[in-house]
């Protein structure tokens, strides 16, 4: 029987699954057996490839283990693993070694290697992904319009409501076989990285059998609710609401002790009860606990998350009573020969916005203020005495410094700031959207004339331009080359022109030439270094009479930096070149020959 969720996977993430490198060797490469080899024959194979590729045979050999060896090895062995079990061996079948990777480790994946597979892949594997999104789109709207239109007559007086809602019950029928999978996997196994003591159960046996529970009540309810519509049967709708009475009365309690809980942490339990912690029974600890959320310290992300779950829970509960109330006003409306204004039997949705609204504006307030005392506690440039109740009364002066809030503590009330006010936003947006939508149903049930489609029509809108958006992205993409229409050699070009190398004039390099320095004698005459003498006067004899000690200097300041005096290079002597007797230009101290002036020069010096 061919696995469902390979097959969705197949269809939905094949083109962005793709292996990049078409020359790695498979898994049946590596052991050297065919695709249909059986169990026996994948052994025996792995058996002999160990005795070839294992390192310490290889080096028994003579030969050198590089490392590449090694990783061939462990990819072998990996491979043996993978094809050794039967349910490994189906999803690398049908998925291929990246798309089982993703399955265990879905973030092992690298997004730009996914991006570029996607940009690569057909325009079959593209119009698969298009394709679920527009199949979705389908079942969220198909059941809404059907309504609808049968609220409008379109199918005329003799459709029944158990036809129209087929979708319904297909979905019924998917959602019951799920929470049955789901009770009968069993507890779930613990990972290897988790220790014993820290391992819970994300979803235990008590949490599955309840939503199993509250979704076969919704389920009871439609079925006589559609029952009820046809006249099949001529309850009343006060019976009718009767699983709906079980399952908010359940849902009620269950949040009900969420929304009671005490969020305390461990310094004050151990303050409140007068011994540590560690020296509860394990009875008291479990009564505590019913009761109380423990945590380690008001600045941290666990008493954030604790926060939001109570909050969340009294947010349910304020729910859950606005429903009750329309829910009483409704089968008044409906079992009763009052005829009530339908604006009157969805007032309750309109208090219930509001409250919703000020809930969460008295929240963020109250987190804001939280959030300044615990900022002002560990202000060390705030000098308030908090322990000064009365006027008159002496500072501790010897209290010990304020430790100032580190990077992890600050970003966790900055994250209860931002948290609580997204929150009130979220909140508001989706009040006044709703009362939107609740303003035309009620409209429409007091007997207005336009059709019942137009109050989906927004839905309809924004689905609709997601499908157009979606498809643009998806049919339009495609690969780019990095470096397509780029002139790496093109110094004009603002994109190249970091990487233009300047070519040489010649293809020959010729060394720069340094002038040979003239040769020195013994007898040559070289003028003494130039002596550093202080350029500053001595005192004289009245001044060291008067007790003067020191020479007024100028004072250099230090920021200043002394202008280097610049060495007075040696002048060159004149020389007469007619007169033989300069030492200078005699033969056996110089290596030039002089050079005799012409009788005609001579004339023209006379």
Known sequence: MPRLDLAFILCCCKACLVSNNKDEESFYELLGVDIDATQDEIKKAYKRQSLQMHPDKLAQKGQEVTEELQARFTRMKEAYEVL????????????????????????????????????????????????IFVALAILIFILPILVCLQIDGIFGPNSRWVTLLTPLWIFDAFALFYHVRVIMMGPIPKPDHIPEEDWVDPLPLNKRVFSLIRFLLVMAFEVLAVLRLDRVIEWKWYIIFVPIYFFEAAF??????????????????????????????QSEKDTFLLKSKVISSRISAEFMEAELLRSLAREDIIKVTFRALFLVLLLARLD????????????????????????????????????????????????????????????????????????AEEAVLQGRVA???????????????????????TSKAQGAGYASIWIISPFLIVAGIILCLSGCAIFGVSPVDERENLDIGDPENPLTAPFAVAEPESNSYSPPITPPKPATTTNEVSSPPPSHQNSHPALSVEEIWAGKTEIDCPQILNNVTPQEVPKEEPVAPQIDLLDDTNPLLTPSNNNFSVIEPTPSEVEDLD
């Open 419 to 441: 948290q609580s006010a997204s929150r009130l936003m979220s909140s508001c947006c989706t009040s006044v959207f709703a009362l939107m939508l609740l303003s035309m149903i």
């Open 84 to 131: 050794a079990d039967s349910h490994k061996r189906e999803s690398y079948d049908t998925i291929g070694e990246v798309g089982m990777k993703w399955i265990d480790e879905p973030f092992s994946i690298d997004p730009q290697e996914m991006a570029h597979n996607f940009t690569t892949s057909s325009t079959v594997d593209r119009s698969k992904i298009f394709g």
């Open 336 to 407: 009763t020969d009052v005829d009530w204004n339908w604006w009157f039997v969805f007032a309750p949705f309109w208090l219930l916005a509001f409250s919703l609204c000020c809930f969460n504006f008295q929240s963020c307030k109250k987190t804001s203020a939280d959030v300044a005392e615990e900022e002002a506690k560990h202000d060390s440039n705030n000098t308030s005495n908090y322990g000064a109740m009365e006027e008159g009364e002496d500072v501790d002066e010897a209290a010990p410094p304020k430790e100032p809030l580190s990077e």
């Open 252 to 281: 009620f309690l269950k949040r009900l002790s969420v929304a009671q809980i005490e969020i305390i942490t461990l310094e004050e339990v151990e303050y409140k009860f007068g011994k540590p912690f560690s020296d509860f029974t």
